[in-house]
Structures are given as structure tokens and as C-alpha cells.
């Protein structure tokens, strides 16, 4: 009787590892999932902004690498309510760094540089090589 109660309680504890680390996984997919709508809301409010030479356009870093910097640069048009979208970037950019913390996210830290040259073309604010 003695030995089949330890073989239930080792039981026990080993579903009870496993269903945190299942839970941790779905935790970190949803997460993940979250992060790419608010990724694609930001985007999207971006391209619904078209340029001409008297908007222009700028950049913003967005993302967070794991080892620090931005993940990349978001080029927009000046036409953009700038204040709304620097707020939607920066809560995006430490939701991001949050979630690296949280699920141990690594990357190749290389520096992710800002653009050199930026402009309109056909209405598109568009990195110029």
C-alpha cells in the first residue's frame, strides 16, 4: 500500500510539471499572437497614410531586440497623428521587451541601424538606397 501511494504522489508531480510547462507554451503563443495584432494595428495605421513633398516622411524605432535596440524602423508619413502613433509604438515596442523577459526570447543582437535616406515615392514613404 505504502509503495503504491509514493508511485501515485511521483505521478501527480510529474503531470503537474507538464502541465505547467503546456501552460507556459500556450502562454507564450497567445502572447506572441498578441503582439503580432498590435504589430499589424500599427502597420496598418501607417499605410493608410499616403506621401507628397509638403508631408514628407520619418522614421521610428519599433521593436525591441532581446539584447536591446529597436527590432526596426517604422517609415511613415508626417502625415500620421505623430503623438498617437509614437504612444501605439512606444506601449508595442515594452509590450515586445516585456514578452522577451517573460519567455527567455534570444535574437543575434546584431545593431539594427536607422535608414540613411528616406522619401516619398508614387505616395509611399519608402527608405531611399
Wanted: charged share 20%; proline share 3%.
Amino acid at each position: 500500500m505504502e509503495k503504491i501511494l509514493k508511485l501515485l504522489v511521483i505521478v501527480v508531480l510529474f503531470q503537474s510539471f507538464q502541465c505547467e510547462k503546456e501552460s507556459s507554451e500556450t502562454s507564450k503563443i497567445t502572447d506572441f499572437d498578441a503582439l503580432q495584432q498590435q504589430k499589424q494595428h500599427i502597420k496598418d495605421y501607417v499605410a493608410s497614410f499616403t506621401c507628397d513633398e509638403t508631408t514628407g516622411c520619418n522614421y521610428i524605432a519599433f521593436g525591441s531586440k532581446p539584447c536591446g535596440g529597436p527590432r526596426e524602423y517604422l517609415i511613415y508619413s508626417n502625415a500620421v497623428d505623430i503623438a498617437y502613433l509614437t504612444t501605439m509604438v512606444n506601449q508595442y515596442n515594452q509590450a515586445e521587451a516585456d514578452y522577451n523577459t517573460q519567455h527567455n526570447i534570444f535574437s543575434d543582437c546584431a545593431v539594427v541601424n536607422p535608414p540613411n535616406s528616406i522619401g516619398c515615392v508614387d505616395g509611399v514613404c519608402t527608405i531611399i538606397q
